[in-house]
Structures are given as structure tokens and as C-alpha cells.
């Protein structure tokens, strides 16, 4: 690829941003490349947002958005957690039905945004909030143990410090060709860019949109899962806005436009590095993390302008 | 109706056996009546030309004829069989393709993906894109199609380039019936003539129907061999090209925006001037 081809690459800006971050936070602090701060970095700060942002990109290239899916990650260890210890459910089956509790939260969302025809904004403001209610009521907001029953299998899924980082990885790349090489992604694009004309192609929409909004909840509920046993406890205050904010904030910092019909999975891969780098760069430098959310507000808006003017550049390019 | 209607007309398609039939078809949408009683038949090999005002029908009527959506009442014969489209793509597997006015193409998308959208060539669960390009290369050099690159993103190309994409998509397939709503909509005359070609083209092949929605009265009497009126939801007007004219055509047009105008005076209402 030449270097002309390379930066008209929607992920080449911020390709470039995330290799300057951690040059520049490698030489403040010789900490923040040692093996410790790798897994913190990478699996702990980085993971989490990856893997909601895969969900998000999907549901934003189609039109719609997942505010619920904090919560269905809130949700998901609790359920484990309830179903071994107050039900006797074996440890797998419980790991597998609450990730179907994130399946049926995402037919949820989608049958309300897709069927009823609320605006998905909506739809997920309220899910969210009616899980959020139900992990505080049923939990009486006070933090569980992991079972002891998967604590092995919770390796693999989380706890082993790289666990998290792999699977963000391989779900990345899963993903990532799902929505370029592959018929699903090539409809989700069309229902994003042109709703009727997808239609009219005889696209079924409405299956899209269910599928993605069913592929995100399972994410955040996979996360919430990871989470719960990389901290080894079942916290009622882990997840919530933030993780799926910040998701959504690498969607748009790689690429992904709001509007639909635009985005990468790899472009929210970098995004979400970026963001892990400055949290993570900023403690490491021994920076206070407060002014950190000037910074990613910031970032939002430059990386929304560019995108603008991106956009306008393709557009006078066009003969 | 039956004065405006030629014998010839009826003739050759009593003849040549009809491959479309539409019979007292209907459509409303809560109180809005948008057909009320269309009857209308296409020979085989046949362009036919349907025309009207906006609002008249014809792209209710069209998308109707495509399977997007099913009539309240009436019934379609395809070759002489009553068939009940279930969705786009059952019409499609039964030979009816149909290029809509708003073109169902995907911006976002490169030429090929947008030939070949819904109708993917797939290897396995990946799609086959070195295939379905080279394939839409083939094919739209075949029609004479010019455009930069099947890679580029639709967006960039021209009106007449997107229509001639459009056009090309859904005779990919060879429909035995290819509706057209308005392909000469927001196109200049040199776009335009790049379309008719294509419809010229299409209609020597022989193998295809045809159906064009239009209202540019002069354009549409060059290609096609036959030409509807639709007025208020019904066919009001069915005669051979050859048997009728611009000037007929307009005035028609005329005496029913006449004929409105009047209604309206006599009501009362004036047309305002400033």
C-alpha cells in the first residue's frame, strides 16, 4: 500500500494519534511498557472498551445506538452469581444463560426500536434503567463474591491477566470481518446508508438491526462477565454509562459516524486504545486523572470535525 | 375509457398473450385512497409507457407490481397464473426486477457491492468480491456503461451514472419484466439519452417487458410501444405510441388541470396571483 493510499485509510489518523500516545508515554515513564502495567493497560483499561465498542460500531453504521449495554454488563455477573448460589445451576450453565439474558436484552431493545418503533435512544434509556433497578433491588446494591465453582473456568474468560486483552483481540478480528467480507456486514452498512433503498433491495432490515442490537447486549453481558472475575468480585457499580460511553467515544475517534452507513471495527479497536493509553498514561506519569475528561471531550470534537471535513475533501474530490 | 382506447392496442395484445395483468387492483393507506381501480395489461416484449401527475399512483401502482407491498384488493396474473408477491424477493425470483425512482443504492457502498446488493456471490461465508467486480466490470461494459472504476463509492458518481448503475442492477438477473419508476427524473438531456439507449437497447434484445414511469410525454412516446394515463388512481387513457401524440397526451393533461381549476373556482377558492 502506498503512503497516499495508507492515509486515505479511515484508521490511518488515529493509527498515527495511538503510536504517538505511547511513544510519548513510554518515554515519560519507563513503567508504562513493563510487563505490570501492560495487562492493567491493555487488559483491564483497553478490553472492555474494545469489545462494547464492536457492538456499538454495528449498531451505529445501522442508525441505531445500545445505551443499555453497561448495564446488561452490570447484570450479567449478578445473574451468575445468582443462579449458583441461590439455585444450584451448574457454574457453566450459569455463565451460558446469562449471556442469553444479554441475547434476550438486546431482542428487547431491538423488538421496542425495530417492531414498536421507538427511537433507539430511547428504547435503551429505559431497558438500562430497569436493569440498573433490578441488580439494585436483587443485590440490595451490595457487591457478591465470585462463586468459588467458576473460578477456573473464570480463568480463561477473565482473570488470567491477558484473558481479556486475547479476547478483545480475537473478537476484533471476528468482527471485523463479519462487517467487511461478509453479507451481514455488507446489509448492515446498506440499512445505515440507505434504509428504504435496502428495503427495496429486499434486504431484511428489520433482521439486521435484531441481530445487531442482539450481538451488542451479548458483548456487554460477555464484559460484565470478564470484569467480575479479572476484579474477582461482583461489584453493583461496575458498568453503567461510562464503559458504553467510552465505547461509544472509540466508535466515533476511529471513524464511525452517527449518522449511519460508516464505520470500521478496526477504527474503534484504535479508538479504544487511545483511550486506555491516556488513562492509563495519565496515572502512570502521575498526571491526575481529572482533567482526563477534557482531554476524550476534546478528542470527540476533533475527531467528529475531521470526519466532517473529511467528508467535505471526498465530496470536492468527487468528478 | 373504452373511446380512448384504441383497437390495435387491444389487438396485439390479445395476439401476442399478455405476460403481466393487472386486474382491479386497489390501495389504501388508512383513509388515503391511492388506487382505486386499476386494470391494465403488458404484452411480451412490450415497453409500455405509464404516465401521470404527481400523485396519481404510479409509483404506489409500481411498487405494487414489484412485490414491496400487496394491493387491498384486486389480482395480478403473471403469465396467465394469479401470483400473490409475498416481498421483493419473491417477485425477483419470479422475473420481475424494478429500478425505484430513489435508485436503492447505498452511497457508502463501491459499484460492485451496490450491483450486486441482496444477490451477493459468496465463497463460503465470506462474500466473493473479486467475482461480483468482476462480474459488474463484464456486465455494465456489455451495456455500454461507462464509469471510472467499480470500485468507487456510488456517492461519487453522476445522476445518470447512479441511474445506469441502477438500471444495469436489475437487468443483472435477466427479468422477463423490468419496471423503471421515473428514470429520467433530475437528469439532463444528455444523462437522459444515455438511459433511453439503454432502454432502446433492452426492448431490440426482446427478451424483457417493460414498464416506464415517467412524466416527459416526448421521451417516453420514442421508446415505448404503448402508453397509459393514470389519473386520480385509475387508467383513464390506453393507446399505441403510434396512435397518438405529444399534443394529445398534454392535452389531457390540460383539460384535467382545467377541469381543477374550475372545481376550484367554483368553490370559491381563487388562485392566488402574488
Known amino acids: 500500500m502506498g503512503g497516499a493510499a495508507f492515509l486515505r485509510q479511515r484508521e490511518a489518523t488515529v493509527l498515527v494519534v495511538t503510536i504517538g500516545l505511547i511513544i510519548y508515554f513510554a518515554l515519560a515513564s519507563s513503567n508504562f511498557l513493563g510487563s505490570s502495567n501492560l495487562t492493567t493497560w491493555l487488559s483491564e483499561d483497553a478490553a472492555p472498551i474494545i469489545i462494547i465498542a464492536i457492538g456499538e460500531v454495528l449498531l451505529l453504521i445501522c442508525g441505531e445506538i445500545d445505551l443499555s449495554v453497561g448495564f446488561v454488563y452490570t447484570f450479567a455477573p449478578f445473574l451468575m452469581h445468582y443462579l449458583i448460589d441461590f439455585y444450584g445451576v451448574p457454574g457453566i450453565l450459569a455463565i451460558i444463560i446469562s449471556l442469553l439474558m444479554g441475547l434476550a436484552v438486546g431482542w428487547l431493545n431491538a423488538f421496542l426500536t425495530v417492531s414498536v418503533g421507538l427511537p433507539s435512544f430511547i428504547t435503551t434509556l429505559g431497558t438500562g434503567f430497569i436493569l440498573l433497578g433490578i441488580v439494585d433491588t436483587t443485590s440490595h446494591a451490595q457487591p457478591a463474591s465470585i462463586p468459588t465453582k467458576v473460578l477456573g473456568i473464570g480463568h480463561w474468560i477473565g482473570s488470567y491477566g491477558w484473558a481479556e486483552f486475547i479476547w478483545a483481540v480475537i473478537l476484533v478480528a471476528i468482527f471485523h470481518v463479519v462487517l467487511t467480507r461478509t453479507r451481514w456486514g455488507l446489509h448492515t452498512v446498506a440499512v445505515g446508508g440507505n434504509l428504504l433503498g435496502a428495503q427495496e433491495a429486499g434486504i431484511k432490515v428489520k433482521r439486521i438491526k435484531y441481530g445487531n442490537f442482539m450481538i451488542t447486549a451479548l458483548l456487554g453481558a460477555f464484559v460484565g462477565l470478564q470484569v467480575g472475575f479479572q476484579t474477582n468480585t461482583i461489584d453493583p457499580t461496575a458498568g453503567g454509562y461510562t464503559p458504553m460511553f467510552y465505547a461509544v467515544t472509540a466508535a466515533v475517534i476511529g471513524g464511525t459516524a452517527m449518522l449511519g452507513g460508516v464505520g470500521t471495527i478496526l477504527g474503534a479497536f484504535l479508538g479504544a486504545i487511545v483511550l486506555a493509553t491516556l488513562t492509563d498514561g495519565f496515572s502512570i506519569i502521575g498526571i491526575s486523572a481529572n482533567p482526563l475528561d477534557i482531554i476524550f471531550g476534546g478528542a470527540i470534537l476533533v475527531a467528529m470535525i475531521a470526519n466532517v471535513q473529511l467528508a467535505r475533501l471526498r465530496e470536492a474530490g468527487r468528478s | ?274
Open chain 2, 1 to 274: 375509457m373504452t373511446s380512448t382506447t384504441s383497437d390495435a392496442a387491444a389487438a396485439a395484445s390479445a395476439a401476442g398473450g399478455d405476460i403481466l395483468s393487472v386486474e382491479h387492483i386497489s390501495k389504501r393507506y388508512g383513509a388515503v385512497t391511492a388506487l382505486s381501480d386499476v386494470s391494465m395489461h403488458l404484452g411480451r416484449g412490450e415497453v409500455l409507457g405509464l404516465l401521470g401527475d404527481n400523485g396519481a399512483g404510479k409509483s404506489t401502482l409500481l411498487k405494487i407490481l414489484c412485490g414491496f407491498q400487496p394491493a387491498t384488493t384486486g389480482r395480478i396474473l403473471l403469465e396467465g397464473e394469479e401470483i400473490v408477491f409475498k416481498s421483493v424477493d419473491h417477485a425477483r425470483s419470479l422475473g420481475i426486477d424494478a429500478v425505484y425512482q430513489d435508485l436503492a443504492l447505498v452511497n457508502q457502498l463501491s459499484v460492485y457491492h451496490n450491483m450486486f446488493l441482496n444477490r451477493e456471490r459468496n465463497n463460503g461465508p465470506l462474500l466473493n468480491n473479486r467475482v461480483m467486480r468482476k462480474l459488474a466490470r463484464e456486465h455494465l461494459e456489455e451495456m455500454g456503461i461507462r464509469i471510472p472504476s467499480v470500485n468507487v463509492e456510488v456517492a461519487k458518481l453522476s445522476g445518470g451514472q447512479r441511474q445506469a448503475i441502477a438500471v444495469a442492477r436489475s437487468v443483472y438477473s435477466n427479468p422477463k419484466i423490468l419496471l423503471l419508476d421515473e428514470p429520467l427524473a433530475a437528469m439532463g438531456v444528455k444523462e437522459g439519452a444515455i438511459i433511453l439507449d439503454l432502454v432502446r437497447e433492452l426492448k431490440e434484445q426482446g427478451n424483457v417487458s417493460i414498464i416506464i414511469i415517467a412524466h416527459n410525454y416526448g421521451q417516453v412516446l420514442e421508446v415505448c410501444d404503448r402508453v397509459n394515463l393514470i389519473q386520480h388512481g385509475e387508467i383513464t387513457f390506453d393507446k399505441r405510441s403510434a396512435d397518438t401524440s405529444v399534443a394529445e397526451l398534454t392535452e389531457l393533461v390540460v383539460a384535467e388541470y382545467r377541469k381543477a381549476l374550475e372545481e376550484r373556482h367554483r368553490s370559491g377558492q381563487r388562485p392566488r396571483l402574488s
